[in-house]
Structures are given as structure tokens and as C-alpha cells.
DNA sequence: AAGTGGTCTAGACCACTAA
DNA sequence: TAGTGGTCTAGACCACTTC
């Protein structure tokens, strides 16, 4: 047996007694300095359990104004940890769009409502066909729609390797701090069906994602639009702290 | 202007260092005792400095041996967090599992392959439609194989409430630590076109989750068919770090 | 056995919040 | 202005790795 080090089990005190409604969501643990003197441990040792209470979510800690219970159990935390927007954009490393169109749209009422900006804000819009090499069907049909200020990129994005996202990160000093994407099934028709070969009704996986920044304002909004048959969206969570991470 | 405090300015030191490759991917840095006497610092400096380095995901440390560069660049972290498996299921809340058909099932050829296991090894088999309150059309038709290592949750899942995993996670202590799911666009046909009442060919998305142990043993498989415009799989990113979690 | 990082103490000063 | 958490020092002992 491990000794039980002195930090982790005031931390296990702090969660069994917020558990077991002592300290309520929305109430305030005792001060450091009280833990301190109720418990005969140092400040740092006190501060040590309350990091980790803070690393499970239970806690928020203010300067000058304490520490609020903030959830009653320390749910077990999974992760899809993401090191790059690519990551996101799961095929941007090997695929590359071909860019077929680039043009500045000024935004009508549906395209307002999907982009959550007003009717009549600028965009520029880009669309295009995503391929890998060495096969012979694109495995997307992509429009882009970037926020007018950052249309800087307009010019580097022909034949750039690099994704959009990855692109505006570099040139505005990374504005991106979240991603929402939705996915849905779809049945291809018109147009797009064309474009990508399909015949009419095909099913193909769409794929919306809105770049947003710290502001909440929209960066970026992608749609994307894959066959059946030619795209996996594939995704892997693991439990925090697991060392499964590597090896799955 | 904030006073820039000392463990973040040797950090970003020491961030700057291993991006210039004076100490390169894999050689180890100073030790604590170095870095107090190089940048004449207490030692609870130095490890505030390191502990940020950690966080980035920059080095990794370990008693008696050192500290490792395992990168050399911290890269922006975006995190999808969940708080819990059911958030990976994220109907599972709302919607409820109706079973249809409960049995043991010995995996063929094809089963054995996608459940990653050898033909002969035993499941149990749960299918059923998922629907929420107040729609009459159900959501997805589900297939669930669960390890017969868990088989004792049979008589716990008839009309339960919880999800399948949750079940799991509270009779056998937690021991799930990693989720693989893939999502496609299927057309839909024959008796599952038939089960959720949709025309054959209509498209739909196909989910396939594997929720796998410590050892890497699937502990459940699940394959959820949802129909095109019942269900639309939604996602949150935020870059780790930013208060923008909490708006989106 | 020597050296590493992990835990812990007992102090100190400071920035921030709330009364 | 009193009290909170954030930073920082100078020590100490211990568990672990490496030789």
C-alpha cells in the first residue's frame, strides 16, 4: 500500500463532505486559513487539495472572494483532446481543397440565419471540392464562408495547403478559441449531386462547423458535404488521467 | 500592465528554449535545483514554472529520473470535454430505450470483426428504438452488444432509464476509460427501414461507439441508426483555457 | 549511494473583493 | 479596511530512479 499523502486526503474529505450536501452548490468552502487550522496542515498542503478539487470541477477559487462549490460530484471527466484545428477538420492533413469558386456575398435572410449575423453583413465565400491523391472522387463539397475581416486571406488561399482555419490562425494571431460542429445525414440532389457524381437522393454526411472568437462572433463557417461512402467522421474520448490515450 | 510574475517568466524562458532546440525533443531539461541557482529562484518558483510546462503539454516529469521535452511547441489545446458518458450518448438524457429483443449471441465472422474479437466468443445482444417524450416517430433503431464478462446488467436494462453504460459504470466500478465512435451516412433498407418506418434507400446516420476497458477489451458496442431528419449530432470545441466554454 | 522530483512546513508580502 | 486567494522564500524529509 501507498501512504496516503496528507493533500489527497483532505481532498477526499472536501468531495465526500460537498457529496454529502454539507457544502451545498453555491455555498462557500471554508477559507483557507479555517482548513488550515481545522485540519493542522499547512497552507500549501490545504492549497494542494484545493488544486485538485479545482482539477476535478467541483470548486472555483477568487481572489478576495473564496471558494464556491460549483458541482456536487466529481464526474469522471472524458476528453477528445484536439492539439490543432486540423485535428477538427480530421482529413485537412491529407486532403486538399480545389478551390472552384471565390466570391464576396453579402448576406440574405437564410444565410444570415445559418451564420447568426444580420442581413446584409459581407462575407467572403469560397467554395470548392476536397480530394485525396490517388483517388479519383472528391470526398467533399465545401463552402466556406469567412468573416469580412478577416478577408486578408483571400489571397493566400488558391492551391494553399493549409487549411482556412489554419491560414487566419497564422495571419491574426490565433482568434479561433471554439469550434461547434453539427452533424447530420442528408439526401444529395441538385447541384451539389452533380458536382459530386451522385445520383439524386444519395445519402452523404453534412458537416457544419462555425469557427467562433473571443468575442463570439463567427470567423469561419464551413459546410461540408460527404458521400456515404467516401468519408468516416471517427472520433476517440478518453477518461482523464487514462494512459489508454496512446494506445487505442 | 499586470506585474508579470516570476514562475511565468521562466516559463515562457524555458517555452522559448525548447522552441529554439537548446534543449531538444526527448534530452531532459535542468533540474529543479539548476534552474533555482541559474535563475536565483525558490524551488516552489521553479515548480510553478514547470508545473505550466507541464499543462501545455511541453515536457513530462517523473520522480527520480527528471524532466523530459516530449514537445517542442505548445500547441493550442482544444478540448471537447464531457462531463460524463452520457454526454458521449447525448440523447441518452432525454431519450429512452424501448428493448425489443434480449439475447446471448455468438459472434460470426463479421460480428467478430467489428467487435474485434474471435468467432465463438459470446455477447449479450440488446436491440431497440430510442424515442423522446412527445414524438411519436422513434429516433434510432439500436444494436448494443455488451461483453458477456457484464452480462449481469440483463436484468438491470429492461425499462431502465439510465443508459446501458451507466449501468455498467455503476455495477462493475468504472471500467470504462475510452470511447471509439464513427459516424457515416448509410442508406437505409430493408427490416431496419422497415422498424423505423422510412422509405427504403432514405438516408440516415450510422453511429458506431466501442467502449473499451483498461485492457482494451471492448466492453460494449453499440450501432445506432438514426434518421436523417430526426437527429442532428452537435458538438462544442473550446480552445483549453478559454472562458468561452461556458457561453457557447 | 547519489540525485531526482513529490510532499510538506512556517513563515512573508501582495492583489483583489466585499463590507 | 479586513479578509480572501495568489505568489514567493528557505528550509526539510521522503520515494523513486539510476548508477
Excluded at 465526500?16 to 482548513?35: A, F, K, N, Q, W
Excluded at 497552507?43 to 472572494?65: E, K
Excluded at 485535428?87 to 456575398?105: F, G, M, N, P, W
Amino acid at each position: 500500500m501507498s501512504v496516503p499523502h496528507r493533500y489527497a486526503q483532505l481532498a477526499d474529505i472536501l468531495i465526500e463532505d460537498i457529496g454529502s450536501g454539507r457544502y451545498p452548490v453555491g455555498d462557500r468552502l471554508p477559507t483557507e486559513h479555517e482548513l488550515c487550522r481545522q485540519y493542522e496542515l499547512s497552507r500549501y498542503t490545504v492549497r494542494a487539495a484545493l488544486r485538485r478539487l479545482i482539477d476535478l470541477g467541483v470548486v472555483s477559487r477568487r481572489q478576495g472572494s473564496g471558494t464556491r462549490v460549483v458541482a456536487r460530484y466529481p464526474v469522471p471527466r472524458y476528453v477528445l483532446s484536439l492539439s490543432s484545428l486540423d485535428d477538427i477538420v480530421q482529413h485537412a492533413r491529407e486532403a486538399r481543397l480545389s478551390v472552384r469558386k471565390t466570391s464576396i456575398v453579402s448576406a440574405d435572410a437564410k444565410l444570415a440565419r445559418r451564420l447568426g449575423c444580420k442581413t446584409g453583413k459581407r462575407w467572403l465565400r469560397i467554395e470548392g471540392l476536397r480530394s485525396v491523391e490517388g483517388q479519383s472522387e472528391p470526398i467533399s463539397y465545401t463552402e466556406i464562408f469567412v468573416n469580412s475581416r478577416y478577408r486578408g486571406v483571400r489571397g493566400l488561399i488558391d492551391n494553399a495547403s493549409q487549411a482556412i482555419s489554419a491560414v487566419i490562425q497564422e495571419k491574426y494571431d490565433e482568434p479561433i478559441v471554439a469550434v461547434n460542429q453539427e452533424i447530420t445525414a442528408i439526401a444529395v440532389s441538385g447541384r451539389i449531386a452533380e458536382t459530386l457524381r451522385l445520383a439524386p437522393g444519395a445519402p452523404a454526411l453534412s458537416i457544419v462547423r462555425r469557427y467562433h472568437d473571443e468575442a463570439g462572433e463567427i470567423v469561419i463557417l464551413s459546410l461540408s458535404i460527404h458521400p456515404a461512402d467516401r468519408f468516416v467522421y471517427a472520433m476517440n474520448i478518453t477518461k482523464q488521467g487514462s494512459s489508454f490515450a496512446a494506445t487505442i
